[in-house]
Every structure is written in C-alpha cells, then in structure tokens.
C-alpha cells in the first residue's frame, strides 16, 4: 500500500483544513487507517484512527470534538476534518495504514509522506 497525504497549509488560529490521504492498492478497504502527527522538537503523536468499516473513530483527547477522521473505501481515501484548529496543531500530518486495529504508531504497516500544517495565532 501507497499513501500519499494532502491538504496542509497555512491557517489562522479557528481555522480550518481538510486533510487527505489517497491509498494505492486493491486491499485498502481491509485496513485500519490513522492519521498522526509530529510536531518541531516532539515525538509523533497520534491523532485519529478509523476502522476498516468507518466505525467507532477513535481520537486523541488533544482533538477531541474538534477533529473528525472519515474514509471513503471507494475512492480509496482517509480524510482528517479539521475544525477549530489551535496554533499547538502545528505538524507534520502522516497518514498511515495497519492491518489490525491500532492506535499505537509504532504498529502500522505503511505511512505518507506527511502533509505540513501551520495554525498561526
């Protein structure tokens, strides 16, 4: 699997953006995909995670009710809504693939290229 994230870019403090994350391959439905994320000087974080099926989306508490995970199995693609953004969002976004049920980065199988998102304040 090929992942390839969109959709970054410079936005003020409330802002918001929409990330993207297009998958090569015939077996993308089956994979649990995640969204994280690293930030200048920190470790990656993880930020949201989403079943093969779109249910029971998971996230970490430092987006809760602000940030909403999604997929689309046919058009192959995981998608980060991103609303009320804060200027401590600032990162790297990775999107990532894992054949099991993980919110533990460290478990998934394949990963973006990362997609740079700034909230200025």
């Known amino acids: 699997v090929q992942l390839q994230a969109s959709g970054g870019g410079l936005v003020q403090a409330g802002g918001s953006l929409r990330l993207s994350c297009v998958a090569s391959g015939r077996t993308f439905s089956s994979y649990t995909m995640g969204w994280f994320r690293q930030a200048p000087g920190k470790e990656r974080e993880f930020v949201a995670a989403v079943r093969w099926s779109g249910s029971s989306p998971a996230y970490a508490d430092s987006v809760k009710g602000r940030f909403t995970i999604s997929r689309d199995n046919a058009k192959n693609t995981v998608y980060l809504q991103m609303n009320s953004l804060k200027p401590e969002d600032t990162a790297v976004y990775y999107c990532?693939?894992?054949?099991?049920?993980?919110?533990?980065?460290?478990?998934?199988?394949?990963w973006g290229q990362g997609t740079l998102v700034t909230v200025s304040s």
């Open positions: 990532a693939a894992n054949n099991k049920y993980s919110l533990v980065g460290g478990t998934y199988d394949y």
